[in-house]
């Protein structure tokens, strides 16, 4: 089986440098930060829509921050379960880009259906970064201290986001550039960051690393023996269902 080579490994995440750690940290807490900027980003617009689409108050409430936030809760039954088998890096990096993707439905909607539905997938795959972001920071980091300092400074993007975006919102939709700017300030930034985490963003998860590992091990030794404990683990759909997908709605 297909161990870390030693404590001082560095290959192990645990044994990056300071200043690579860092620089993982940053580019894992950003990406969370935009999304929970996503959150309330409508939340100046109330008025432009109630006029726009013809509707209610209410109806502008449900179809851009509930919608949302139900689908905020939603996705990190998902996406926080299949980090546990597939890493840390794919889901958070899907999730985000798709967030933006549904985004842009919504800054082109002509009707409030189109919000109300989009919003929902927005929030949903926009959770992943929340889902996964403590993981993979407690995967980086492993001492008490500076765990609890990176987990902090993600948990303040939780209280960030929706502090800056009303602001944002409200001087976006009163500017020139009218609401539909709003979401679109917000989906150019998650895409851009989006592709930079893609080449900047490694993996962090050690059994997928290890995994990693043992195939180029197999490939450059010939020994086909060599593997993982992660690869021990069946990998049919219904095992993989009820250990990773369902294992949250039953606790």
Request: proline fraction near 5%; aromatic fraction near 14%; include cysteine.
């Amino acid at each position: 089986v297909v161990q870390w080579d030693g404590p001082e490994d560095l290959e192990n995440p645990h044994n990056w440098s300071i200043r690579y750690k860092f620089f993982v940290s940053g580019v894992l807490v950003a990406l969370p930060l935009i999304v929970n900027i996503g959150t309330s980003i409508m939340s100046g617009t109330a008025a432009d829509l109630e006029k726009e689409f013809h509707i209610g108050t209410e109806v502008v409430i449900l179809s851009t921050t509930t919608m949302f936030l139900i689908g905020f809760v939603t996705g990190p039954l998902i996406f926080g379960p299949l980090s546990e088998k597939y890493g840390r890096r794919w889901p958070i990096l899907s999730g985000v880009i798709l967030f933006a993707t549904f985004s842009i439905p919504v800054a082109v909607a002509q009707n409030f259906y189109t919000i109300l539905i989009c919003r929902f997938f927005s929030g949903a795959f926009g959770a992943s970064s929340m889902a996964v972001t403590g993981g993979a920071l407690t995967d980086v980091w492993n001492t008490t201290i500076s765990r609890g300092i990176a987990l902090d400074s993600f948990v303040a993007t939780a209280f960030i986001g929706p502090v800056i975006s009303p602001i944002l919102s409200n001087f976006i939709t009163q500017s020139y550039l009218g609401w539909r700017w709003t979401l679109w300030i917000v989906i150019i930034a998650a895409y851009s960051f989006s592709v930079f985490a893609v080449f900047a963003l490694p993996e962090t998860y050690a059994p997928v690393l290890l995994t990693a590992k043992a195939g180029r091990l197999r490939f450059e030794t010939k020994d086909w023996a060599l593997h993982s404990k992660a690869e021990e683990e069946r990998t049919n759909f219904k095992a993989f269902a009820q250990q990773y997908l369902l294992r949250p709605y039953g606790m």
